[in-house]
């Protein structure tokens, strides 16, 4: 169908946390009697995170971040359990171990605890796995933060298995947030504007980002972001692709602008440095073998897709 | 260049909040002695807001929403003053007009409290007015839901020119949020799927839509979102367009969905009914001359446009 011609892939190769398998079937959040008898389930699978890491099963050569009931419960008594969906019709969950069990659970040489940003780069399990902890570990981190109702402060509860939570003394209800960053390049010609945060390691450089504001246009974000950082300005700007970052809870957005300007002064608030990579430097950088030794963010970050974008043209 | 050809305009003409000329000018926001002189500036000019309605200045015949110092003052002492940003040189702020001065203000004759959405259905100003009273209300009522530290309980400020809330207590820092929502129609062949809520007046057909979740690309949110609400399964996705909509603080961000499946059943809970409409129905929904009397959303809302993309194939 012409509407859907030409569009890459869906979701973008080795693209981290952007490939979820899991049906989140959201029905049955609401049924406790449906959650307790999932909960019971000898086939359910649980993933456990503690103080934001995930816990993983380790027999001494792999890892194995999906708990049966036996596993789950000699982690000590959750927090609270999340419901993830089916994964045909088995049931996942979430379950937050309290801070309190993480020495112990670290002591432990049946287990490992590997933060979530190495897992992802590593690689470590199948792409829909890696976005599913993700997702436990970002909700988890929300609920953490949002133990008290804004509304009131009054403390609030979980509800609806995790996806939201209740102020009994005010009534208010609140969702998990989903913070919408963008991430892009502006492109002058045949060279593209990248930036260097000042805590990059050497030689990284990388697409200028920024949480969007309420009121903007993702069109409209990604030229103030640009503008604020660079000074540069842009026009037409096109949308290319999103990602689900759980660093604590953004949605990035890719973009290409177009720039109208080509002097930057830098924002040095945000930026240690911004210049002009022509198309080749870009490529050399990819492949990693630019001769001033520059670097790009990893191949599971959407910044990485974006500059493999604009090097093929 | 290539990357932009054949992108559409930007904004798309007639969406509602789209278009902001306002320069946010963010490097203003933490320097109170800025903050304050601007205050002062006999050019400045303010949006007044009151339980969450736009406060206008009314001659009899015309509506202003740009109150002068003078004006303002007359309102009564804000809550909270917002910087909105710069319009050239001329600083605009925000006025959050307390909820006990509402019966007084309705009562003057020379104002007139309307709500958002019908200055926006009556395009009453320019679009990047519209747009920025838009953000003023939605900052407003973040602020207003968010008094107290989801972290701690405690009571939490204002800061950064209202663009951020400190808690003092436990020092976290609070963002505005800005929601993601999806909307889309799925589209079969020559038809698409509309769907209508409960809550609809009688014959209106639209997009669906849903909040994104945590952990979700643009793309699987659609795809969830229609399964949900119809059964339907989709593949690939398209992004063509986003709107702000300060409602109460959402991101709309417009798709095209290719569906694999025809049959529905709706999600009774979600939907009064959903059924699939031929291109030559939606031009005519559009046109205002469907024989089933069938109409849709204001051409201010973004379901109006992509209803208007499928129809112009």
Redesign the interface.
Known sequence: ????DQ?PP??TPELG??T?GLN?A??HRESMEWQREALANPASRFIAICKDTPVLQFDGSTFDPLFDRQGAARLGDPVQALFLGLDGNVPWFGLNIPAEQFDDLKARSDLKLIDMRSIAMQGLFQPGVI??I??AK??FL?HQ???????????SASASSG?KRICEACK?E???????VVIMLA?H?DECLMGRSPAFPEGRYSCLAG??????????AVR?EIL?ETSITT?????LD???W?FP?S?M?GC?A?ATSRIITI?PAELADARWFSREEVRQILAESHPGGMTAPPRMAIAHHIMQV?AE?
């Open positions: 169908m012409r509407f859907f569009l869906q979701p946390f952007a979820s989140r959201a029905l976005s599913t993700g997702t970002a909700m929300w933060r949002h133990r008290f109702c804004s509304n009131c402060g009054a403390a996806w208010s609140h969702f998990p947030r989903t913070d919408p492109i010609g949480f969007m504001e309420p009121g903007e246009t993702i069109e409209d103030r604020e026009g037409r700007v096109r949308y999103a990602q689900p759980p809870s949605l957005i290409l177009e924002d604009f043209g």
